[in-house]
């Protein structure tokens, strides 16, 4: 029943004009299911026949689901007896526009998705329900009159309390009640529960103030918001580089107010953790308006609401995440995404999508600019800058005229790191606090070691499940494996020769906590990794934990590189960052390179010059010594050069077929079925069968075989033949699989 292949040409999939004839109704539908074909339903009798982009119920099987109507079609290649009518049409007018439908497609078709399944990530989880569209407005919380009256908060205490006096303020919508007080919700349903507070939909919410005026431009600030705002109406694409605090937020901030007062819309995207109620604040006090996020920690109400807000037309600016690259823009005027080079853009999982290329497809087909923003550019974005694709803006500068921080180099093969803690390292450390400033100890480990090793026999500990080595955390006592999260007792001794001298190899953050503590008992402190600070949102309350004055001491890992402003930071400690520089990962030099700026980028923001220290076992490293003699600029050309050498991507189009079966002899056969039934494929090597770099994982066999092309348009001709006969391999081999266009990483 293959009627409609998603790898064709999306121009055929959708179109607006609908066939009138009156014998036909046939109506051809994407469902939320994993086959890459749209269904074929029956439009009822004398109805007038849904509009691409609408959503309507149709029977699946024995159950029924919601999908979302594509064409017309005059045949169906079942016989129409066999084919059932639709049940329900839930929208009177289309919920997704031509624009988003068509791009959403483009996206299916090149990332090989299931159309239905992309279409599905489309939409927000609320609208893909068989209920009407939610309210519009803005869910907002007030006082009661019982509340009011009661205004006493009396026996209140902690949350409650605070959500009391908040609102014995003013009206405040769900979403600042997030960014200001992470416990709101319990909260709120207790006094709900007491009758003291009311849940409305704000109609219009108002300007929170009145825009605030930014600062006076530098001359490069003005270069850059000119080039940009000479191309609003047309499709370009910009890369704004500038290291962390030059003022590209700054140059987004005018950039926003500008294209608003077009009366147009802006979608800005940020990385997962760079969502900050500090970056929405900004916005919205420079702007005055509130600005809608999109994220996935949002309840799926308000994330429907700031959705449909969007799709109303409302010139606004929306902040979001991954998925926000979803919002329909019937009144785009500017898209930017900050930190560009992030990898939490590419969807690891299911529809594997990159939200900063489907970004640009979207700018093009929107006809408007798109600007790409980083301190640290990807490699594939240079590359584009270097074949006349992007225009490149620079901002060379910090824009608070303080000097860079200057990164120093700790050989740590001069001196010994106990605990990861070097004696230069505790030094600066000390002076750093006698100042009376702050300081950041970096180390991308959590847990307290990452290898717990025999001293006897060499044994360690790993997971059966991953063959991976099990992490060592303390707190509480335990190992963990942090492939698959499973979580078991530290053994008394060593299971193979009955030693008790079992040691803890290298260290995490847990472990630099617990030392520096006791080097400084009385300094302040927060660690913040995945296992302290689990959720995004408890991250946004961060700025409240640290004191706001005199000295004190944050540990943790990727998750403090950037987002926070923390002016009072003027040491960045990066404990060890040697994993990265042997990798078998291709791209993990580009990664570290990048991860030294952006967590150095962190020091001296504000009136204090900042000091970054780096500690190493390999000093003469080349990737070191370039990134400190020429900065990213001139590691990341360096790079560069090195990929076109090797035909690696940006200069190769990769795509990855991951597999994973119970066994190892079913992984194999698969793998094998899956090379013979690979068309001709002039112009692409291929590579493998061969194991995942992890090649064990939850119990699972892993294997992958590796397409590389010069050509884009040659490997996806090849996937056009090759997506349908992995398809039909399916049901004769226990073998689960994924396709991965353009994968971030091979794992
Ligand atoms: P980035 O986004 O590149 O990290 P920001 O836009 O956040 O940089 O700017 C860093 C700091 O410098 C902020 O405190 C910002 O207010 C300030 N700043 C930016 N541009 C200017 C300017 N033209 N004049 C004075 N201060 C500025
Ligand atoms: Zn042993
Ligand atoms: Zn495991």
Known sequence: MLLNNALNPVTSTVRPGLNKDPEVSIVRVALPVPLHHLFDYLAAPGTTIPAPGTRVVVPFGHSQRVGIVMEQACHSLLPTTRLKPIQRVLDSAPILNTELLSSTLWAAQYWLAPPGEALATALPRALRQARPLPQRGQASYRLSAAGRGALTTGQRRGHTRDLLERLAAAAVPTALLYREQPAWRDAARRLLGAGLLERYLEENPEPRCHPQP????HPAQQQAIAAVTASLGTFQSFLLEGVTGSGKTEVYLQLAAEVLRQGRQVLVLVPEIGLSAQTVARFEQRLGIRVPTLHSALADGARARAWLHAASGAATVLLGTRSAVFTPLPKAGLIIVDEEHDTSYKQQEGFRYHARDLALVRARALNIPIVLGSATPSLESLANVQRGRYRLLRLRERANARPPPKVEIIDLRRYFARDGLSAPLLTALQQTFNRGEQALVFRNRRGYAPVLLCGQCGWHAECQQCSRPLTLHEQPHHLQCHHCGAQLPVPAQCPTCASANLRAQGHGTERLEAALTEYFPSIPRLRVDRASTPSRMAMQALEIRLPAEGPALLIGTQMLAKGHDLPRLTLVAISSLDEGLYSIDFRAQERMAQLVVQVAGRSGRASH?????LQTHHPDHPLLSRLLQGGYPATAADLLEERRMTHLPPYAQQVLLRAQAGTESRLQ?????????????????????MPAPISRLRGQQRGQLLLEAESRARLHQVLTTWVPALEALTP????????????????
């Open 214 to 217: 930014g600062p006076a431009l």
């Open 609 to 613: 010059p900042g000091r970054v220290l």
């Open 669 to 689: 056969a698969f793998l094998d079925a899956a090379l013979a039934v690979l068309p001709a494929h002039p112009g692409i090597e291929v590579a493998g069968p």
């Open 732 to 747: 004769r081999h226990h073998t689960r699989w994924s396709l991965d266009v353009d994968p971030v990483d091979l794992y």
